[in-house]
RNA sequence: UGGGGCGUCGGCAAAUUGGUAAGCCACGGGACUUUGGAUCCCGCAUGUGCAGGUUCGAGUCCUGCCGCCCCAGCCA
């Protein structure tokens, strides 16, 4: 088969792999596989795995499966087996009829482990867990043997199916395999085969009272469906040797599968393990595992980034197998990248403060036509009323300007996005300086937004007509740690205390334009000058709900950093 | 002081396997602009952890250091 059929692109060192073993035939296909333990929910560093192995299977023609990794009952739930299949298919991937569960394997694997204590290979064990360990030794001392490593054939063949028999309580017994207490790697210092877990299983009920170990399940789910690169992350670089040793030692069919580690994802201003994310759920730290603001995929989504995005990520930040931290700006990047094209444009006014046009009539309404995304002509354009009173957003005006601030405030000319040119003539505060109205009049030569004489403002705003709108809650995510190593922390602290107070806030009377209370849950829009919204899961008709995916890139913003902190309340 | 990995720009990450350091994000500057968005230009590693060596030529080869990550679950 010519390589060359073969993307030459995207080259990473799994690829070259994969370009060798089919150049040099020892595939004529590629069959990887995702193989989820279900006791948790996925999050983004799983979609980096899952579309390296979907797309390494579409791209070289082969397959990839969606297995369940479920051998250990006491970990594992139903609800986690659902969720993952939900969220893998939404991230835009099909397995087809290659859904797979280890625990379907569990009578095979056991006809092979009573192969491994025939050829000697493999002892029960009667050390309790403490005795293991102590014998196993350290980093730097060998271990050594236990009493029952030179138990005959038959006493372990007895004893192992007497504890598929359920006649041994949990922890009483183990069945190891016979390899090398004195190994440097201390995975093959005669690592546990099997264990006693008097424990109903989500997918195999009660069928068994004994569960096969990862290290040794692991191959073996390979070997029996054909995958032909079996990719895990660097921590199980180690283990290699074992999972090589267990389908050597049955002599499985060639070719083997091949064992390839590379780096996981690290994201700055989050956090990644299971254990971390099941804590902030847990203590309700955040509202469940479907937050906007969690790395989960139902976090990610709820919140309203497109798989497309998350596929884009995944390909943007590459595969290697150094320890990195990706920045979130890269992946914040191609959710404007991919949402900048396909988000229509609406305007809302997040915090709304009241603009009385003085030159215009009262009861007066003009409909102007405004693009639905300048991006994609193909979108349209829609009609939005002008009256004397319109909403405008609080951060667009001042009693007093600012450098480099080129909205509303006393003299300054802007525009109204599509309608006309208007000064802004006053600003009226309250005691405490707070703003409650501006006033300001328009130039009705401006009509659609242009001046007749050519001359330029600054700024444009977005605005909604007083009483034509509807109101919406909308909230705003901020980074869930408030530095980007949630580890870094003064002694004695945890990185619990780098949870950012502020990561969620509430504009709970926004006004948005009255189409989008009829939107879809899960639709996504820009609202202009402001950023990517989608309507949330509690949205009604009577009271939209929207998530701020992602802001638009903002220059005022950094220029404001640079002003003094007082100049900017 | 065991074993296994990894060190290329602020962050990711390439380099036809020895042929003279891609690209993306971020950042800075400029153009354009009815979103301070988008788009477009320009800049951003005389240098690849350090020190030697081989070579006409080294990020790629050799030697020696240094640093970081993972492993002592009957978790995966």
């Given at each position: 088969?010519?390589?060359?059929?073969?993307?030459?692109?995207?080259?990473?060192?799994?690829?070259?792999?994969?370009r060798a073993d089919l150049a040099a035939g020892k595939h004529r296909t590629v069959i990887t596989r995702f193989p989820p333990e279900p006791n948790g929910y996925l999050h983004i560093g799983h979609a980096k795995a899952i579309c390296l192995n979907f797309t390494l299977a579409q791209e070289f023609g082969g397959r990839c499966h969606l297995r369940y990794d479920d051998t250990n009952p006491t970990k594992e739930e139903q609800e986690y087996i659902e969720a993952i299949e939900r969220d893998v298919r939404w991230l835009g991937f099909d397995?087809?009829?290659?859904?797979?569960?280890?625990s379907d394997y569990f009578e095979q694997m056991y006809q092979w482990a009573e192969q491994l204590i025939l050829k000697g290979q493999a002892y029960v064990c009667d050390c309790t867990p403490d005795e293991v360990r102590e014998k196993r030794g350290t980093l730097t001392e060998p271990g050594i043997p236990c009493e029952h490593r030179q138990r005959s054939v038959e006493e372990n063949l007895n004893l192992f199916r007497r504890m598929r028999a359920g006649e041994f309580p949990?922890?009483?017994?183990?069945?190891?395999?016979?390899?090398?207490?004195?190994?440097?790697?201390?995975?093959?210092?005669?690592?546990?085969m099997y264990r006693i877990l008097h424990a109903p299983h989500p997918h195999a009920g009660d069928a068994w009272c004994i569960y096969p170990m990862y290290d040794y399940a692991h191959p073996l789910e390979d070997a029996i469906e054909g995958i032909t690169h079996s990719i895990c992350t660097l921590e199980f670089e180690d283990h290699r040797p074992l999972y090589d040793w267990?389908?050597?030692?049955?002599?499985?069919?060639?070719?083997?599968p091949q064992q390839i580690e590379f780096a996981r994802l690290n994201l700055t201003y989050t956090v990644m393990s299971k254990r971390r994310l099941l804590e902030l759920v847990q203590e309700g730290f955040v509202r469940g595992w479907d937050d906007p603001r969690m790395p989960t995929i139902a976090g990610l989504r709820r919140r309203g980034v497109p798989p497309e995005a998350i596929r884009l990520f995944a390909e943007r930040i590459g595969v290697a197998k150094r320890n990195s931290v990706v920045d979130v700006q890269l992946f914040e990047h191609c959710v404007r990248e991919v949402l900048n094209r396909t988000a229509p444009r609406r305007f809302a006014v997040?915090?709304?403060?009241?603009?009385?046009?003085?030159?215009?009539?009262?009861?007066?309404?003009?409909?102007?036509?405004v693009p639905n995304n300048p991006e994609d002509p193909a979108a349209g354009q829609r009609q939005l009323p002008f009256t004397r009173e319109l909403w405008v957003e609080r951060e667009d005006v001042r009693a007093y300007p600012l450098p480099k601030y080129f909205r509303l405030y006393p003299g300054n000319e802007v525009r109204l996005r599509g309608a006309y040119l208007v000064t802004c003539r006053e600003v009226l505060t309250d005691d405490t300086g707070q703003v409650v109205e501006v006033r300001g009049e328009i130039d009705p030569q401006s009509r659609g937004g242009q001046a007749p004489d050519g001359r330029r403002v600054k700024a444009t705003l977005h605005w909604l007509a007083v009483g034509h709108g509807v109101e919406a809650e909308v909230r705003l995510y901020d980074y869930l740690f408030a530095k980007p190593d949630p580890d870094d922390v003064p002694a004695g602290r945890t990185w619990r205390d780098n949870l950012n107070p502020n990561s969620l806030t509430v504009r709970p009377h926004a006004q948005v334009e009255p189409a989008l209370a009829q939107a879809a849950?899960?639709?996504?829009?820009q609202f202009e000058r402001l950023g990517y919204f989608a309507v949330d899961p509690d949205s009604t008709p009577q009271r939209p709900v929207f998530n701020r995916i992602v802001t638009l890139k903002d220059e005022w913003a950094k220029v404001a950093k640079t002003l003094t902190p007082s100049a900017r309340s």
């Open positions: 088969m010519p390589i060359s059929q073969f993307p030459s692109e995207g080259s990473d060192f799994i690829r070259e792999i994969i397995w087809g009829q290659h859904l797979y569960f280890a949990d922890g009483s017994r183990v069945l190891r395999a016979k390899i090398d207490m004195a190994s440097g790697n201390i995975n093959m210092r005669d690592p546990v267990f389908i050597d030692q049955l002599e499985l069919p060639e070719p083997h997040l915090d709304p403060v009241k603009l009385v046009i003085t030159n215009y009539p009262e009861g007066q309404v003009e409909w102007f036509s849950v899960g639709e996504r829009f």
